[in-house]
């Protein structure tokens, strides 16, 4: 299958103060010595997007959201809205992380009606799925994460440019990671559920792997079939670990 160029994308979650941006100096630093090999993001919080994205003007680090409301405004105290991102300097949001799914309830329904509105405002989605433990276990891995490819993406993402990002919920955080072989069936399934869903036009658009991607097991689940990028945690928050994985696309 054509693969599209890489895209690794650290989503910092709720970490990061203004003193974080040193982190993002040094790492604009170093990218602008080397030749791109990847496309990078970075998705601090939503205090950090604006100046973020001034500080990222010009390239080559992408800025994006953590989450948006599907509703363009209105009475939603906290939320924030994808026109809100956008006009913040974002041209990316994460959407459907399992952080998200499991603490507060978000269905795929809702993470679809998200991507939507994503869309309208002009933002390219990283729609996140990924199985429990418990599913895994009951040998259901790749039904429901095709599940939720299928209930989570709009068809109007056709002909767009979005990513999949496939996070087993067991391996956020925890250090554990599948095996390649189970990354490499899981994202053919994806692949399989984008097509099936958005039509052949999805071929191109990448699947993220999301879990414990760290500095030395970023080189092997990188090379795996169908893996078109990383989204990083914990390793997206010092510039050097971050480096190291982006170097290794
Ligand atoms: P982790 O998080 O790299 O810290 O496991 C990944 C994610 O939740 O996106």
Redesign the pocket.
């Known amino acids: 299958m054509k693969q599209s160029v890489k895209l690794v994308a650290g989503?910092w979650?709720m970490n990061g103060l203004g003193a974080s941006l040193g982190e993002v100096e040094r790492l604009k630093a170093e990218l602008a010595g080397q030749a791109a090999t990847c496309r990078v993001a970075l998705c601090p919080p939503a205090t950090l997007v604006a100046r973020m994205a001034q500080l990222c003007d010009g390239g080559p680090i992408e800025v994006g959201g953590q989450d948006c409301r599907a509703e363009a405004s209105g009475a939603y105290t906290g939320d924030i809205a994808a026109a809100m991102l956008k006009d913040a300097g974002a041209g990316l949001v994460i959407l459907g992380?399992?952080?998200r799914r499991q603490g507060y309830g978000e269905t795929s329904a809702l993470v679809l009606a998200k991507a939507e509105a994503a869309l309208a405002a002009g933002l390219s989605p990283i729609v996140c799925v990924g199985e429990t433990l418990e599913e895994r276990e009951a040998g259901r891995a790749v039904e429901v994460v095709r599940g939720q490819v299928i209930q989570s993406l709009p068809l109007a993402l056709a002909g767009h440019a979005f990513a999949v990002?496939y996070?087993p919920v067991w391996?956020?955080?925890?250090g554990l990671t599948p095996t390649l072989e189970q990354i490499e069936e899981v994202h053919r399934a994806v692949r399989a559920a984008m097509i099936e869903r958005l039509g052949l036009g999805a071929a191109d658009q990448p699947i993220l792997y999301?879990?414990?991607?760290k500095p030395d097991n970023a080189r092997d689940i990188l090379a795996v079939a169908e893996v078109g990028g990383a989204?990083?945690?914990?390793?997206s928050l010092k510039a050097a670990d971050f480096l190291e994985i982006i170097r290794a696309a």
């Open positions: 989503n979650k992380h399992s952080e990002a996070e391996a956020i955080g925890t999301g879990g414990s991607v989204l990083v945690g914990g390793a």
